[in-house]
Nanobody
């Protein structure tokens, strides 16, 4: 089981930026990708970005392309740089370890506890 700890959430005004971090330990052979998902009350958890362990082949949801950047550092820390934030980006953000790179939560084998991001106008 992979252990994931997120940090870096907070409150920011429209157009601002935040950087989320995810520290991972206990990788399993089944983990090939790291991802970020987000969820708002009453809605399903949705994929935001994912990247192959080692930092290759990032993928993004259409809603964040050009504004968010996922990256890795030594294959243990995964980051989500969020720029030009909008009110609709407000959500709880979760780090995830995945069996295959996907924005589909069915590929997730481990979740972090989540970090709140609030964007106000």
């Amino acid at each position: 089981q992979v252990q994931l700890v997120e940090s870096g959430g907070g409150s920011v005004q429209v157009g601002g930026a935040l950087r989320l971090s995810c520290a991972a330990s206990g990788y399993t052979y089944s983990t090939r990708c790291m991802g970020w998902f987000r969820q708002t009350p009453g809605k399903e958890r949705e994929g935001v970005a994912a990247i192959v362990v080692g930092g290759r082949s990032p993928m993004y949801a259409d809603s964040v392309k050009g504004r968010f950047t996922i990256s890795q550092d030594n294959a243990k820390n995964t980051y989500l740089q969020m720029n030009s934030l909008k009110p609709e980006d407000t959500a709880m953000y979760f780090c995830a370890a995945e069996n295959y790179c996907s924005l589909n939560r069915l590929q997730v084998n481990s979740w972090g506890q989540g970090t709140q991001v609030t964007v106000s106008s």
